[in-house]
């Protein structure tokens, strides 16, 4: 068989993995949208196996390449190849661990996971990554190394951020790779440091305009990190600091839905008991209240749920003014308002109110919590 078919039968391989490849990433269940920018490799990769194809084709069986540089083109292939199929691997394990752990959990696990796979994808030795805050302060950091005290991690993280390769990598926010850390003076070698570091590669996890974290990559000989495994890595981080605000976003989410549940059991507990007359409004209708409210309008608690609105039961003097305040309070969520106000009384009588009110969410629309009672009532003294 000559150089010619073995080649043809290699491209073809290739081409058969790639696109089982794109299948498995496309078809993984819940994976986020943003993973799938990992497809451009893959299509570009698939492209130049394509156009070889179509050149082999159109000359009637005969590479238009000098054979010996198409070898080099399909072993570069076949290492980008599997370079994608750990990143495909990376991203299915990431999926499954969103739906098992949360939190800080979750944040741990998945920086420990990303690091192995990018030193698996990139050969290093070891590798770090170091998260930051606003101010570019390092609030935790992953190690490949073992056997490191607390102190010493701490005494490694500022002096690294202080002057070395990742401090450069911060400033300048971009990717940055020492083919040679004898002749960088941006690399720093620690005191008694038990690894031998002959090149670097470290890259930053950027979200909009801020630095979430920097992974960095090391590996005994110099010039290891050699295209494309700069961009592969870079792609990791950008997946990353996508990982990094989903986690926060969810920490967040979590602490608000607590307080959710916590303002609904209080306001649910508001209307189920007597010691204050508490009435729920939405759309300009009371929708629920309870029997103390209820008794200052003279009405039964179901008579006044059934009025097509609140207009019949509010002083005409005060209507605009009431209506007014409800319709800030949505603007101002946060904010307790208090309002005097009249109501009509089933005998006819208007009696003077004095009401404090706060937007809570009633069946997911906006309403109003108000507790009320007469001027001279006892609504505050509680």
């Not at 509010?314 to 307790?336: F, M, V």
Request: with cysteine; net charge negative.
């Amino acid at each position: 068989m000559d150089n010619q078919t073995l080649l043809k039968e290699a491209l073809t391989d290739e081409l058969g993995s790639l696109y089982k490849n794109i299948t498995q990433l496309t078809g993984v269940k819940s994976l986020p949208e943003d993973d799938l920018q990992l497809l451009r490799g893959l299509v570009s990769v698939l492209q130049f196996a394509t156009q070889q194809m179509t050149q082999q084709q159109a000359s009637g069986g005969k590479l238009t390449a000098d054979v010996t540089a198409l070898r080099e083109q399909v072993a570069q292939l076949q290492q980008d190849n599997a370079a994608y199929k750990k990143q495909l691997q990376w991203i299915q394990d990431r999926v499954a661990l969103s739906r098992t752990s949360t939190g800080k959990m979750q944040l741990k696990a998945s920086l420990k996971q990303t690091l192995d796979i990018a030193l698996e994808i990139s050969g290093a030795d070891s590798g770090s990554v170091f998260l930051l805050n606003n101010a570019n302060v390092v609030t935790d950091c992953i190690l490949t190394r073992s056997g490191t005290t607390e102190r010493e991690r701490q005494s490694l993280v500022g002096q690294v951020l202080e002057k070395g390769l990742a401090s450069w990598v911060v400033e300048h926010r971009k990717a940055e790779t020492i083919a040679d850390t004898r002749l960088d003076s941006r690399w720093v070698n620690l005191p008694d440091q038990p690894y031998k570091v002959g090149s670097a590669l470290c890259v930053p996890m950027v979200s909009g305009n801020r630095i979430l974290g920097l992974m960095t990559l090391t590996h005994p000989e110099p010039k290891h990190f050699q295209p494309p495994m700069p961009e592969l890595i870079g792609a990791m981080a950008d997946q990353m600091a996508l990982v990094l605000e989903n986690i926060k976003f969810q920490a967040k989410n979590h602490v608000q839905e607590t307080l959710l549940k916590q303002h609904q059991e209080f306001c649910r507990q508001l209307l189920t008991t007597e010691t204050v007359g508490t009435v729920l409004l939405q759309n300009k209708k009371i929708v629920q209240i309870n029997g103390r409210a209820a008794k200052l309008f003279g009405q039964e608690p179901d008579d006044l749920m059934g009025l097509t609105s609140i207009t019949s039961v509010i002083a005409y003097e005060d209507l605009e003014r009431l209506h007014t305040t409800l319709s800030q309070c949505h603007g101002n969520p946060q904010h307790i308002f208090a309002i005097d106000f009249g109501i009509t009384h089933k005998s006819g009588q208007v009696i003077p109110i004095t009401g404090q009110g706060i937007a809570v969410v009633f069946h997911e629309e906006p309403a109003v919590m108000m507790v009320m009672d007469e001027m001279d009532g006892d609504l505050f003294k509680f």
